[in-house]
């Protein structure tokens, strides 16, 4: 596909264009873990690691990447993962990553942390929705954010459980940019070094009617001037428990799932207090700087809870052949965070929607190579990583 005067042919470039093209800072947000970024390495190298072992002469000549997920038929076994503030990194970027979900036939995850409303990226997308939720201390309000997001349509309810505290980025601290948002000089600098971005993303939102922030938090926690103002209430919560999921299944008529575990016995846990599915990840090693990667934790879980749960992943997935090593050790489904928001970075829905035609490329090369004419062929050609 093409995109300015340049062709991506694969997600290195797209991410070589999206750090040319936007403020450092916000890149560094996207792209940077915590601490020492051990975790950043270990991502790579632990999916490095898992091999492959093909089948030969089998008639690949029909391959299809079709598969189920939750029972709904899709054409690849994609999901765009839950990415916070992506309307920073192109005008209404959550609507374009929604819209090029929605033409590559798979579902889009709004984030809480999302600048724009799930509502109106319903209304707009016509995406298939799953909406991410972090946990504000007030439960009150936190379920009324629930039934905001059944309301608008969402499929799944994806509650994150890997974000007890805030994590350590000191990166963001130097840069300006972070969570929550907070108007630095820094910042301001690098936003008005990168002028495409700046006319194209920043300009764009002050002509309409001002930055936006938060599209999710209540509008008494609004400043005059649309901000959010941090408060205790919609602080996120640290004493999030069981019992939050429990009443989140009452809550909750549709799937729920549960985002950040890399443990089997949590993985039985949610199994046993009816959760639908779980997403095996250490949160794209943005959080605990040396956590296990979902690599390395996956066939274990799949083991003990794949004929219960539908066991997604996620987690340095820049390839198609990384989507058939997590399938091939027994996820139903993967989740994209970065490779689409560097496509959204370059290009809108057109960009996004270029990255995810790479992912449905080279996922059917790689199964061309395995042997695999269909997803659930892929199974048995994969070696583990060995920890
Ligand atoms: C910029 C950015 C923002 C993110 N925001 C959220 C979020 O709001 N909620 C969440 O559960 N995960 C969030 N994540 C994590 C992703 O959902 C996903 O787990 C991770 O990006 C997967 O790793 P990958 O980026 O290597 O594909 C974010 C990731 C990125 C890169
Ligand atoms: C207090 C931490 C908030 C992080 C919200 C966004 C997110 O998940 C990310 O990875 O960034």
């Not at 093209?21 to 790579?44: H, N």
């Not at 001037?225 to 008529?253: F, P, Y």
Request: proline share 4%.
């Amino acid at each position: 596909m093409r995109l300015g005067a340049h062709s991506i042919l694969n997600v290195a470039e797209a991410r070589d264009r999206a750090r040319s093209r936007l403020p450092r800072g916000l890149f560094e947000y996207i792209e940077r873990g915590t601490e020492d970024e051990v975790g950043l390495i270990e991502a790579k190298r632990s999916l490095d690691s898992v091999t492959f072992n093909p089948r030969v002469l089998v008639d690949i000549s029909n391959r299809d990447a079709t598969t189920s997920i939750f029972g709904t038929r899709q054409p690849l076994p994609l999901v765009v993962a839950p990415t916070a503030i992506a309307g920073l990194i192109w005008y209404d970027g959550e609507v374009e990553l929604a819209k090029a979900a929605a033409a590559a036939g798979i579902p889009f995850c709004v984030s809480t942390q999302s600048i724009t409303s799930v509502e109106r990226i319903a209304e707009e997308s016509r995406a298939r929705l799953w909406f991410q939720l972090y946990v504000w201390r007030n439960r009150d309000r936190a379920i009324q954010l629930v039934k905001r997001a059944e309301r608008a349509g969402a499929e799944a309810l994806v509650l994150t459980v890997d974000t007890a505290v805030a994590p350590n980025r000191e990166y963001n601290i130097r840069n300006g940019f972070g969570i929550p948002i907070k108007p630095s000089l820094r910042a301001g600098l690098d936003c008005v070094a990168h002028p495409r971005w700046f006319v194209t993303v920043f300009a764009k939102y002050l002509r309409n009617g001002g930055v936006p922030t938060y599209a999710h938090y209540p509008d008494e926690f609004r400043t005059a001037l649309g901000r959010v103002a941090v408060a205790d209430e919609i602080s996120l919560a640290q004493d999030v428990s069981w019992e939050d999921v429990r009443t989140l299944r009452s809550a909750w008529k549709g799937q729920l799932i549960l985002k950040g575990v890399l443990r089997a016995d949590d993985a039985v846990r949610a199994a046993e207090l009816g959760v639908d599915g779980i997403v095996v990840s250490n949160h794209g090693a943005r959080n605990l700087d040396g956590a296990a990667t979902p690599a390395t934790c996956l066939p274990e879980i799949v083991d003990r809870v794949g004929h219960r749960l539908t066991v997604l992943a996620d987690g340095g997935v820049r390839r198609g052949s990384h989507v058939a090593k997590y399938i091939g050790m027994g996820a139903q489904g993967v989740l994209l965070g970065r490779s689409v928001l560097y496509g959204l970075a370059i290009g809108g829905a057109e960009g996004a929607g270029a990255v995810l035609d790479i992912f449905r490329r080279e996922l059917l090369t790689t199964m061309g190579f395995l042997g695999a004419p269909s997803i659930p062929d892929i199974v048995g050609t994969v070696v583990p990583a060995r920890g």
